[in-house]
């Protein structure tokens, strides 16, 4: 029986736990275009045993008009079953992605419904630096059941943002670095000019990590927000280029104590993108 775990696990707890029945860890691995690297090639090299490849490239909804948008609670479960995970399951995500990408898979499965789910803390590259084992090859599990699930409540649409300039109901917090922020030029990134929506604050998502990679302790994320101006009072969204490391800042804020938060999945990338939305360059 595994005890309960909170939303961030350490590498001791998963390989305490990892040959109990009722946890699944999935490897929540992508990658930025310009790093030359495929997730799938990798974790069929080498992977934490047992671990299942969730594939968070293709684990979009196609038919929305959001870029790389999240996938639909029909999409998550679908996946899941696939991958052999059954109602109950507690599931372990962990990356070996510069961008921290199992914080964009845990809010895709947590934001419908999905748990219990956490993420590993320092992910597979302090798995790998501590000496712990490896496997390699692909597992094909059997299928499960689909869950039920619910429609995501936590996630900031386009119309939400335009009608929250007027009201400032919401703070909105930008994960992406202050060059890309506050510059001027082309975003290195997704293309297209950099810039940011009005009134934005920025935090990159780097700052809530430690020199190991592992999220800073609750009292130094809460102090890392109130530097980037956040008042941990208010409704907070967070967004970037396209919504995944503001998913990195959405946990960190959970992990924070801060749960009136939401995602703006278009992120930037969306944003600058229509020619009708407001934007603003240069210093704050």
């Not at 999409?75 to 914080?103: C, N, P, W």
């Not at 009608?163 to 994960?175: I, K, P, T």
């Amino acid at each position: 029986m595994i005890e309960p775990f909170p939303i961030l696990v350490s590498t001791d707890w998963l390989a305490d736990n990892l040959d109990a029945s009722a946890l699944v860890v999935l490897d929540a691995s992508r990658h930025l275009p310009d790093a030359g690297r495929d997730p799938r090639a990798e974790f069929e090299d080498a992977h934490i045993p047992g671990a299942r490849f969730l594939d968070l490239a293709s684990f979009t909804d196609p038919d929305s008009s959001v870029p790389a948008a999240l996938p639909t609670p029909a999409q998550v479960a679908e996946r899941l079953a696939k991958l052999g995970v059954a109602i109950g399951d507690r599931i372990v995500l962990y990356d070996d992605s510069a961008v921290k990408t199992s914080a964009r898979a845990w809010f895709a499965l947590s934001s419908v419904g999905v748990e219990p789910v956490a993420v590993l803390d320092g992910g597979l590259g302090k798995w790998k630096a501590e000496g712990r084992p490896l496997e390699s090859g692909i597992p094909e599990p059997s299928s499960a059941w689909l869950m039920p699930l619910s429609a995501a409540q936590n996630v900031a649409t386009k119309e939400q943002m335009l009608s929250n300039l007027g009201s400032r109901d919401e703070q909105v917090l930008d994960a992406r670095s202050a060059d890309r922020v506050f510059g001027h030029g082309s975003d290195p990134v997704h293309g297209g000019q950099n810039g940011r929506i009005p009134g934005s604050l920025n935090l990159p998502f780097g700052a809530v990590f430690q020199d190991d990679r592992t999220f800073k302790p609750p009292h130094d994320l809460r102090a890392a927000f109130a530097a980037a101006g956040v008042d941990l009072s208010r409704p907070l969204v967070t967004s970037c280029g396209s919504g995944v490391t503001a998913s990195v800042l959405l946990f960190a804020a959970h992990l924070a104590g801060k749960d009136d938060v939401r995602l703006y999945d278009g992120s930037w990338q969306e944003w600058a993108a229509d020619p009708d939305t407001p934007k603003e360059q240069g210093p704050a």
